[in-house]
């Protein structure tokens, strides 16, 4: 049993270093604003244009990692 114990640790062990790397890499900030094929200048520090960019990059990558499709 203590195997089977071992292997359910070492497995949740690689999520949670999994995890912690995903989260520990920030994304630089795009010069170019990232919302769809809007190409504007992202404000300084920022990767969008405009708020309104910003929310509705963040509505479709939220979509998208929800495996939802917006079409
Ligand atoms: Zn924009």
Excluded: Q
């Amino acid at each position: 049993m203590a195997d089977i114990i071992d292997e359910a640790t070492a497995e949740f062990e690689h999520h949670l270093n999994a995890a912690i790397a995903n989260r520990a890499k920030p994304t630089p900030p795009s010069p170019i604003c990232k919302n769809g094929d809007c190409g504007e200048k992202s404000l300084a520090g920022t990767s969008y244009c405009c708020r309104e960019c910003r929310e509705d990059h963040e509505k479709e990558l939220w979509a998208r990692n929800n495996r939802k499709i917006f079409r």
